[in-house]
């Protein structure tokens, strides 16, 4: 059976109705095509890219299929971190992810690393250090994209381009799939989309690694992405999403080196 359907959540309708291929293009740029955000150069939209099928029966390529691996608990466990470095995964493209947020609430890449935010790791939460709390957010989450297609909403699969927005969110316990929670990305934009927090582990040479609960509480590896407006997404399938909306696919770094302490 193959599924053409995407849904979009009733309460997110509003201010976000437009049209462009199968999916909507908002003016307020959610995913990068519009926004007036850009903090510099912008990166490439797409030209001519295949439109990925929801449900083919191979998964298509992407550089999150290459890392598709459970991320074990580090709970109890605390990092430093310092700055977030972004990658992208051609190596095209570096920067920092910001400490401030855009006017969607989502947190976008500079070049400017004296504007980096500031974090540590601590049971699986990227936690904001004082002097990037003053936005009303403690932590470093993601708010499930209000575009998706199969497999359904507050789900992830590496044969989907469903993406969530990484935002500040509340608080969500390890293991548990998005629930309803108050995020920025929700501030600003009056949606009611779900969030998780409790999703990050450190991995091998510092990257920042991450995970999204399905609603049937299967863990889906995710991975980074940058869309031509610099706003940052987790996707199952990183390479599927910058084929169908433009941007990079990008793997995320502490700088410097963390250090456990337990």
Same mark, same amino acid.
């Given at each position: 059976?193959?599924?053409?359907?995407?849904?979009?959540?009733?309460?997110?309708? $509003?201010?976000?109705?437009? @049209?462009?291929?199968?999916?909507?293009?908002?003016?307020?740029?959610?995913?990068?095509?519009? &926004?007036?955000?850009?903090?510099?150069?912008?990166? /490439?939209?797409?030209?001519?890219?295949?439109?990925? &099928?929801?449900? /083919? &029966?191979?998964?298509?390529?992407? /550089? $999150?299929?290459?890392?598709?691996?459970?991320?074990?608990?580090?709970?109890? +466990?605390?990092?430093?971190?310092?700055?977030?470095?972004?990658?992208?995964?051609?190596?095209?493209?570096?920067?920092?992810?910001?400490?401030?947020?855009?006017?969607?609430? *989502?947190?976008?890449?500079?070049?400017?690393?004296?504007?980096?935010?500031?974090?540590?790791?601590?049971?699986?939460?990227?936690?904001?250090?004082?002097?990037?709390?003053?936005?009303?957010? $403690? +932590?470093?989450?993601?708010?499930?994209?209000?575009?998706?297609?199969?497999?359904?909403?507050?789900?992830?699969?590496?044969?989907?381009?469903?993406?969530?927005?990484?935002?500040?969110?509340? *608080?969500?316990?390890?293991? &548990?799939? @998005?629930?309803?929670?108050? !995020?920025?990305?929700?501030?600003?934009?009056?949606? *009611?989309?779900?969030?998780? !927090?409790?999703?990050?582990?450190?991995?091998?040479?510092?990257?920042?690694?991450?995970?999204?609960?399905?609603?049937?509480? @299967?863990?889906?590896?995710?991975?980074?992405?940058?869309? /031509?407006?610099?706003?940052?997404?987790?996707?199952?399938?990183?390479?599927?999403?910058?084929?169908?909306?433009?941007?990079?696919?990008? *793997?995320?770094?502490?700088?410097?080196?963390?250090?456990?302490?337990?």
């Amino acid at each position: 059976m193959k599924y053409t359907t995407l849904f979009v959540p009733l309460a997110a309708i $509003a201010g976000f109705v437009a @049209a462009a291929n199968d999916y909507p293009s908002d003016s307020n740029g959610i995913h990068g095509k519009n &926004s007036t955000t850009s903090p510099f150069d912008t990166l /490439p939209a797409p030209s001519g890219a295949p439109t990925p &099928s929801a449900t /083919p &029966s191979t998964p298509v390529p992407g /550089p $999150a299929n290459r890392r598709m691996r459970r991320i074990p608990s580090q709970e109890g +466990r605390e990092f430093e971190c310092g700055n977030l470095r972004v990658q992208a995964e051609d190596n095209a493209y570096s920067g920092f992810i910001a400490g401030t947020r855009d006017r969607d609430g *989502r947190y976008i890449v500079t070049k400017d690393q004296s504007k980096a935010a500031q974090v540590k790791l601590a049971d699986s939460e990227l936690l904001l250090e004082p002097r990037d709390q003053s936005m009303g957010y $403690a +932590r470093i989450g993601a708010t499930f994209g209000l575009v998706f297609q199969q497999p359904g909403e507050n789900n992830m699969e590496g044969n989907s381009v469903n993406n969530a927005y990484v935002s500040g969110t509340d *608080r969500t316990p390890v293991g &548990s799939s @998005a629930t309803t929670g108050r !995020s920025s990305f929700n501030d600003a934009t009056s949606s *009611r989309q779900r969030i998780e !927090s409790s999703i990050f582990r450190f991995g091998e040479n510092k990257e920042v690694l991450a995970q999204w609960i399905n609603t049937d509480r @299967a863990a889906k590896p995710v991975s980074f992405a940058i869309n /031509p407006d610099f706003q940052l997404v987790l996707s199952a399938n990183s390479g599927a999403y910058v084929a169908k909306f433009g941007g990079k696919a990008a *793997r995320v770094f502490c700088t410097p080196a963390p250090v456990n302490r337990l």
